[in-house]
T-cell receptor, first 116, second 111 residues
Framework: AQTVTQSQPEMSVQEAETVTLSCTYD???????LFWYKQPPSRQMILVIR??????QNATENRFSVNFQKAAKSFSLKISDSQLGDAAMYFC?????????????FGTGTSLTVIP | ETGVTQTPRHLVMGMTNKKSLKCEQH?????MYWYKQSAKKPLELMFV???????ENNSVPSRFSPECPNSSHLFLHLHTLQPEDSALYLC??????????FGEGSWLTVV
């Protein structure tokens, strides 16, 4: 079974600094996607960044980038130049089109605090 | 605005009440989902609908009853709930195989 593990329940970062959130996953599938979702206090889950497993290049979206280590099954999120609006819960998620259940697997989340 | 709207945003109900949560998506997706989010736990998938047909029920108690009248609307009917059912209920939609787009969630408190 696929599992997604976020080992950091809480993290904090100084405004304008850089923070890295960790995520590891377990799968035997060859074709899959990894995502980072942000859930601010408003509670709406917002997609931050996605990575296709077949792509070797790490995905980047403005201040957000990932470090995708396929062999190690690691998918960390780096937030550069942290802003107050980045404070939220961050969820790592896994999806494989090869999974007949069309199942998304989420980690337990990391609560990020941004210190002014 | 992700195109998935949930109402009500907050709901308080007694254990003998009957209420419903509503979800509407304006993205032309074919699949809709109900998730339960409790503190300190991963999101729990409850139900999946593809093209209005229920394709997955993750051992959800019968006091939760989903309804999907069309590809754009999804309901979660609630009756005789328990206090431990208090949680954030998230609706999502996607193409049949693809990225989930989430609504803002409905906070449910059972008293």
């Amino acid at each position: 079974a696929q599992t997604v593990t976020q080992s950091q329940p809480e993290m904090s970062v100084q405004e304008a600094e850089t923070v890295t959130l960790s995520c590891t996953y377990d799968t035997s599938e060859s074709d899959y996607y990894l995502f980072w979702y942000k859930q601010p206090p408003s509670r709406q889950m917002i997609l931050v960044i996605r990575q296709e497993a077949y792509k070797q290049q790490n995905a980047t979206e403005n201040r957000f980038s990932v470090n995708f280590q396929k062999a190690a099954k690691s998918f960390s999120l780096k937030i550069s130049d942290s802003q107050l609006g980045d404070a939220a819960m961050y969820f790592c998620a896994y999806f494989s089109p090869l999974n007949t259940g069309n199942q998304f697997y989420f980690g337990t989340g990391t609560s990020l605090t941004v210190i002014p | 605005e992700t195109g998935v709207t949930q109402t009500p945003r907050h709901l308080v109900m007694g254990m003998t009440n009957k209420k419903s949560l509503k979800c509407e998506q304006h993205l032309g997706h074919n699949a809709m989902y109900w998730y339960k989010q409790s503190a300190k736990k991963p999101l729990e998938l409850m139900f999946v609908y593809n093209f209005k047909e229920q394709t997955e029920n993750n051992s959800v108690p019968s006091r939760f009853s989903p309804e999907c009248p069309n590809s754009s609307h999804l309901f979660l009917h609630l009756h005789t709930l328990q206090p431990e059912d208090s949680a954030l209920y998230l609706c999502a939609s996607s193409q049949v195989v693809g990225l989930r787009y989430f609504g803002e969630g409905s906070w449910l408190t059972v008293v």
